[in-house]
């Protein structure tokens, strides 16, 4: 029997054996038995059949794979043991081929038992498991990255008929609590919510320290207006964290060279462009700089739609008579505050 052999019986759990034509004719000589007829008949003898089982001793003396219990019928007859009528492995040469085993020379061996690919399949997902667990452990996703991932998905909308708030991360806020702060408070605002929508982005606009100051404010704002466009917002809302004090800018979808605004303070009217525009506002104290961010959001507004246009005029109405809100009417005309001189 050569090595093949022995593994694939071994793994297939193979119940035939072969016996060994020259130990079957010494335990028949040992016994006094002359022919294979004869044996046959004292098996039916022995187990009280009324035909000898002829066919049975003709396919273990021509060495042909049987069962282990046909095996031990022909020994009793002999009055040996089974095993010691079993084929060795020096007397394999002219072994017979078994039917169970695979004759391909390609297949060195079968596929694994059940229970033990079920066994591996277990090893393989607890290893799995723990790869991912390392993986996770080494690079956690923070949160600014995750909201990105949610904007990649599923891109900030305001909602239609509303004027729409954008509110962009701080610089410099790496717990959140600016945009988290302004959009609460635009969304509780009973006087803004029949006319706002608030949105608000993962995109943290910085202005840097460059060489030239001017063209990276002109950068920053154009990303702005783009960002504005892709939410359908009509004001922007960004700035910095500076401890406790948040300094808020806007961008509004204004070009850069038409955000003069008439400011009306003390009688007097001050022209402030929109780019140079900063609130301070502290935290847990806003004071007034809170109305002063929500009157500037609603006035620098520039809606394309008429219908737009006349929301917008409603939530000035509305918001103006609150106590300590900069005056912003100008001509009582908020479409044209823009557009004055």
């Known amino acids: 029997m050569d090595e093949r052999t022995k593994i694939v019986r071994k793994r297939l759990r193979i119940r035939g054996v072969c016996a060994s034509r020259a130990k079957l004719n010494r335990a028949m000589a040992d016994a006094g038995i002359k022919t294979q007829a004869a044996l046959a008949e004292r098996i039916a003898d022995l187990e009280g059949l009324e035909s000898a089982p002829k066919d049975l001793v003709n396919r273990v003396f021509r060495g042909k794979w049987v069962e282990p219990s046909s095996l031990e019928r022909v020994a009793r007859a002999l009055n040996v043991a089974a095993h010691t009528l079993y084929l060795s492995s020096d007397e394999s040469g002219d072994l017979p081929a078994n039917p169970a085993i695979p004759t391909n020379p390609e297949i060195v061996a079968p596929p694994l038992p059940a229970?033990?690919?079920?066994?591996?399949?277990?090893?393989?997902?607890?290893?799995?498991?723990?790869?991912?667990?390392?993986?996770?452990?080494?690079?956690?996703?923070?949160?600014?990255?995750?909201?990105?991932?949610?904007?990649?998905?599923?891109?900030?909308?305001?909602?239609?008929g509303r004027l729409g708030v954008l509110i962009g991360r701080f610089e410099n806020d790496q717990d959140n609590l600016g945009q988290s702060y302004l959009a609460a408070v635009f969304r509780n605002d009973e006087r803004l919510a029949p006319y706002v929508s608030v949105v608000t982005t993962c995109?943290?606009?910085?202005?840097?320290?460059?060489?030239?100051?001017?063209?990276?404010?002109?950068?920053l704002r154009a990303r702005g207006r783009e960002l504005l466009q892709s939410s359908s917002a009509h004001i922007l809302l960004w700035g910095r964290r500076d401890g406790d004090l948040l300094e808020v800018h806007f961008i509004s979808s204004r070009p850069d060279d038409d955000t003069s605004i008439p400011l009306i303070l003390n009688d007097d009217v001050l022209p402030i462009h929109e780019a140079s525009l900063q609130i301070p506002m502290k935290f847990g104290w806003p004071g007034s700089s809170l109305a002063d961010i929500e009157a500037l959001s609603l006035n620098l507004m520039q809606p394309q739609r008429l219908s737009m246009r006349r929301l917008q005029r409603r939530a000035i109405a509305d918001y103006r008579n609150r106590p300590g809100v900069l005056d912003m009417s100008g001509t009582g005309n908020p479409a044209q505050i823009a557009h004055r001189p």
């Open 115 to 160: 229970t033990t690919r079920g066994r591996w399949i277990t090893v393989g997902r607890i290893g799995l498991s723990l790869l991912l667990t390392a993986g996770l452990a080494i690079y956690w996703p923070s949160a600014r990255q995750i909201c990105s991932i949610k904007s990649f998905l599923y891109r900030p909308h305001g909602t239609q």
């Open 203 to 219: 995109q943290c606009l910085v202005l840097g320290n460059g060489n030239k100051p001017g063209a990276a404010l002109r950068a």
